[in-house]
């Protein structure tokens, strides 16, 4: 669907745009620049470019390790965004000259005790029957690849195919990936939405300017569906969902720690350690409830490095060099709002939950083919916002899909 009639701002120089991305985390800085990579005129507006939850994200790139029952079309979206991060990251070091971080180390999941050994063979099971790879161990095999492991762990999990990236180094390389592909980066809040003859045509700023496209893209991370001037009802409640992280240092000494992410199961909770290339080894994280608080409480960082000295011991002799606390953007069923909503010049780029990071690449190449071309992906129609319609159809429409093997995900990878 070709564009002709370019919007005009009214606080810059008059330069045309089609595209206007309000948010610039992680999700808004993919989708600005692989659309500027199409040839549209792309503008985005954020108080903070490449801040938000990627700055407290631990950048597990781990779509097989973190799948749960049910969830086998985000995991299809994951794993095509996974696939797509080695070249991703390629081309953004060479396009800005920053190192990302990522690295293809492989995760290994482990189990503390019986029962959750059983429930890591489960998921092993699911990982067969859905035909993933995923490598069964002994606890004697998993301690062999992480010596630094507790000696009671039972059990593991290992799928070389769950990477990492650095997301506070990512989205570095993704502003300034943007910059260098056009796009013009208004360092300001949207404080309104503005509808002209019922369709989206632009935004207020808070600078008393407005920003005016033939398309917006809205990717406001957990504040999306509060942007003033959104039609009531027109996307559903994207709620924070407060995650608390730790940073330690791993002196030369204790190098190497650890060689790949290692995740668990502890107390019910959920726990991974991703060792960074540059000594760096990231804890987390916790799961709250809390509205838009981003407290770090003692509680929190307790809780974290109880579990983890728990998984692995030596774990307490590292200095503690930070903690912090960000928001995921949650939707209803935890699953991403990607493409055109019911407002006519509105797209959805919102709702990633705990995958913001991992699904960055895809969520930026679909989001740019719709845009550009006025249809929506097939990979992205299970994931329209329209889902969350009054109609008990609409309602659900994640069911899973057949997954035939391996070469059905690849096949939908790129």
């Not at 965004?81 to 971080?101: K, M, W």
């Not at 006025?374 to 129609?381: F, H, I, R």
Request: aromatic fraction near 4%; hydrophobic fraction near 40%; charge should be negative.
């Amino acid at each position: 669907m070709a564009r002709t009639v370019l919007a005009r701002n009214d606080d810059d120089d008059g330069t045309a745009t089609d595209v206007l991305v309000i948010g610039g985390g992680i999700i808004g800085l993919a989708v600005a620049w692989r659309t500027a990579q199409r040839g549209l005129r792309v503008a985005l507006v954020d108080p903070v470019p490449g801040g938000g939850a990627v700055q407290v994200a631990g950048g597990m790139l781990a779509p097989v390790t973190e799948l749960q029952y049910g969830e086998e079309p985000l995991l299809r979206l994951g794993m095509a965004s996974n696939a797509r991060y080695a070249d991703f990251t390629a081309e953004l070091e060479a396009t800005t000259g920053h190192d990302t971080g990522y690295r293809a180390t492989g995760t290994l999941a482990v189990a503390l005790d019986a029962d959750d050994k059983a429930e890591l063979s489960e998921l092993h099971g699911f990982h067969q029957r859905l035909g993933l790879e995923s490598s069964w161990l002994t606890g004697r095999e998993a301690r062999r690849l992480e010596p630094m492991l507790a000696p009671g762990v039972r059990a593991g999990l290992h799928v070389s195919g769950d990477h990492q990236v650095d997301g506070r180094r990512l989205a570095a390389a993704l502003v300034a990936a943007c910059e260098g592909a056009g796009v013009r980066v208004h360092r300001a809040e949207a404080v309104e939405l503005l509808i002209e003859a019922d369709r989206a045509r632009g935004v207020r700023l808070s600078t008393g300017g407005e920003l005016r496209a033939e398309q917006l893209v809205l990717a406001a991370g957990p504040r999306s569906h509060q942007l003033p001037g959104l039609p009531p009802g027109l996307l559903p409640a994207i709620r924070p969902v407060k995650g608390q992280i730790l940073r330690l240092r791993i002196p030369p000494l204790y190098a190497p720690f650890l060689s790949r992410n290692v995740r668990a199961v502890v107390r019910g909770g959920h726990l991974y350690l991703v060792p960074r290339a540059n000594g760096e080894l990231v804890v987390g994280a916790t799961t709250e409830e809390q509205g838009y608080d981003t407290t770090v409480t003692a509680g929190g960082v307790y809780e974290l490095l109880r579990d983890a000295h728990e998984l692995v011991p030596g774990i307490t002799e590292l200095p503690l060099v930070e903690t912090s606390a960000g928001l995921r953007p949650g939707s209803p069923d935890n699953a991403p709002l990607l493409g055109p909503t019911a407002l006519p010049g509105l797209l959805a780029a919102t709702g990633h939950y705990r995958n913001g990071v991992l699904l960055a690449p895809v969520t930026g190449d679909l989001l740019a083919e719709c845009l550009a071309g006025g249809t929506v992906p097939e990979l992205a129609a299970a994931f329209s916002p329209s889902r969350f319609a009054a109609s008990p159809r609409a309602a659900s429409p994640l069911a899973p899909a057949p997954l035939t093997g391996p070469s059905t995900l690849a096949g939908s990878a790129r």
